[in-house]
């Protein structure tokens, strides 16, 4: 248990290196990897029954105590994300699939590896996490509705058969883990530390499913698709921020705003493209799954130079790692 524990260590703390290696791989070697892209729900599946091992009654208690912030977040992510898609596809004149697939990037709910970019940006950690999991519990709904406004012009987009994906692929993994807890508390907190492995061996092989099966448009569309990714990210990132700063609250709640707009659920939306899209609509998932883990730590190692000097600072309790973007 303990060498699995270094291994799960080390594989979160180079999780973008990881990824971006078994993206070459499959780009220039693509063949060992196309079957794997049958696969994909039930990867990003295990994913999200990772998170809910990892999910308390706590992490909830933000929403129902003190709710303006969170409200305040969350709605950010689904207003200014969602917007910043559509007009990037828009004015960057996008083809129709992966335009689909930048807004339904920026209508998935927040990724669980921004937990871990906010503790070390010094954010406020309980914030963070109360926007992942309700952002992440109102993803059936929201997703789809958001989808079929802004994306229904480029393809068609089945509302109710979306929604019935992501209950299947996030909410009942989600749940299986938050009960599997309950149930069996100390076997769970004993294999706590082994969860980002797994999560970050299955959201390996969804990035190499996908970036296999789109060598070709990678080719032709990679740079521009890649530059859309980048600006969204970057926008979300500044959004959230100044969200937060307009609304008053102070700089750690600004920090973890800020992260949780910025970063994203890429595996919910590589699952969806998939299944609902084609692949090709899933390549800004699967290149947000790559650049968010690399502008996220950055961002996080500037703030944790700059002091927190307002408001209260976050408990120093380190989160589990939950490394599912």
Do not use: C
């Not at 929403?63 to 969350?74: A, D, E, F, R, Y």
């Not at 898609?85 to 807004?103: H, R, S, T």
């Not at 699967?286 to 996220?296: R, T």
């Amino acid at each position: 248990m303990k060498l699995l524990e270094t291994i799960s260590n080390l594989a979160g703390k180079y999780f973008a290196f990881l990824v971006i290696g078994v993206a070459l791989i499959a780009f220039f070697i693509p063949e060992p990897f196309i079957g794997l892209g049958a696969y994909i729900t039930i990867l990003l599946g295990v994913v999200m029954f990772g998170m809910g091992l990892t999910l308390k009654p706590v992490d909830f208690k933000l929403v129902l105590s003190k709710p303006v912030p969170v409200i305040i977040g969350v709605a950010a992510q689904f207003v200014l994300m969602p917007l910043v898609a559509f007009m990037l596809a828009y004015f960057m004149n996008l083809p129709a699939e992966l335009a689909a697939g930048l807004v339904l990037l920026g209508s998935v709910p927040g990724g669980t590896a921004s937990n871990v970019m906010v503790y070390l940006a010094k954010g406020n950690l309980a914030l963070s996490v109360a926007m992942t999991s309700l952002s992440t519990m109102l993803a059936p709904i929201l997703t789809p509705l958001i989808l079929l406004a802004l994306a229904g012009q480029w393809l068609p987009v089945d509302p109710v058969a979306m929604f019935l994906s992501i209950v299947q692929v996030i909410i009942v993994p989600i749940t299986l883990g938050v009960l599997l807890r309950r149930i069996f508390p100390a076997t769970v907190e004993k294999s706590a530390t082994v969860v980002p492995l797994i999560s970050v061996l299955a959201i390996i092989i969804i990035v190499s499913a996908v970036v296999a099966a789109n060598v070709e448009s990678i080719t032709t569309s990679g740079l521009l698709i890649f530059s859309a990714v980048m600006l969204h990210n970057l926008l979300g990132l500044f959004l959230g921020y100044a969200a937060a700063v307009l609304m008053r609250l102070d700089e750690s709640k600004r920090r973890a705003i800020s992260i949780e707009v910025g970063m994203q659920n890429s595996g919910l939306g590589v699952a969806l493209a998939t299944a609902h899209f084609g692949p090709l609509a899933a390549l800004p998932n699967v290149i947000a799954a790559v650049w968010h883990n690399i502008s996220g730590p950055i961002l996080a190692t500037f703030w944790s130079k700059k002091r927190v000097t307002e408001g209260k600072s976050i408990k120093e309790t380190k989160p589990v790692s939950r490394q599912a973007q």
